[in-house]
T-cell receptor
Framework: DTGVSQDPRHKITKRGQNVTFRCDPISEHNRLYWYRQTLGQGPEFLTYFQNEAQLEKSRLLSDRFSAERPKGSFSTLEIQRTEQGDSAMYLC????????????FGPGTRLLVL | DQQVKQNSPSLSVQEGRISILNCDYT??????FLWYKKYPAEGPTFLISISSIKDKNEDGRFTVFLNKSAKHLSLHIVPSQPGDSAVYFCAARGSGGSNYKLTFGKGTLLTVNP
């Protein structure tokens, strides 16, 4: 068990560019979550997958954001036409099914939009 | 409206002493609570959790107490060690249809002095 991995760990981009992040969950986990953390705040929920189905999107996730989990394994989060306000740490977590299953987080991708 | 509140941004304790981190919540639908520890440039690491049907859960040096009537929980670390220095996040999960996403507090920075 290698844990949740995310790639890249850091991304610097110019305003208006598109960026894509990847998350590989723990292999036996069927649930995958994306969170965003800004300075001085706790992580905030963005979206959630059970297998390949995206079951909820937060209102924080504007139309410029899209997430996929095509085969129920890894997931990608794409931000189109990035804005400076998108600068944050993007965290991925995974868990098994169940009401009290723990979410295990990856190391995050830190995005800086110039 | 912040549903999970950690009112102390920081806490400093001496090595060997007890660290007590507090968390309050407002949503009575929360029924599962977790504590995560976060080092800079890393993702949150799960520490300990508690279900709303319990009032205490212990794991080694870490104990979480839950007071449902006061909507308050606390994390006790005894004895505190310098390696415990990190940001600690309290998180809560709801029952029913929202039993997957976590709502986090803003975190408390714990510094354990040698």
């Amino acid at each position: 068990d290698t844990g949740v991995s995310q790639d890249p760990r850091h991304k610097i981009t110019k305003r208006g560019q598109n960026v894509t992040f990847r998350c590989d969950p723990i292999s036996e986990h069927n649930r995958l979550y994306w969170y965003r953390q800004t300075l001085g705040q706790g992580p905030e929920f963005l979206t959630y997958f059970q297998n390949e189905a995206q079951l909820e999107k937060s209102r924080l996730l504007s139309d410029r954001f899209s997430a996929e989990r095509p085969k129920g394994s890894f997931s990608t989060l794409e931000i189109q036409r990035t804005e400076q306000g998108d600068s944050a740490m993007y965290l991925c977590a995974s868990s098994s099914s169940g009401t009290q299953e723990t979410q295990y987080f990856g190391p995050g991708t830190r995005l800086l939009v110039l | 409206d912040q549903q999970v509140k950690q009112n102390s941004p920081s806490l400093s304790v001496q090595e060997g002493r007890i660290s007590i981190l507090n968390c309050d919540y407002t949503n009575s639908m929360f029924d599962y609570f977790l504590w995560y520890k976060k080092y800079p440039a890393e993702g949150p690491t799960f520490l300990i959790s508690i279900s709303s049907i319990k009032d205490k859960n212990e794991d080694g040096r870490f104990t979480v107490f839950l007071n449902k009537s006061a909507k308050h929980l606390s994390l006790h670390i005894v004895p505190s060690q310098p390696g415990d220095s990190a940001v600690y996040f309290c998180a809560a999960r709801g029952s029913g249809g929202s039993n997957y996403k976590l709502t986090f507090g803003k975190g408390t920075l714990l510094t354990v002095n040698p």
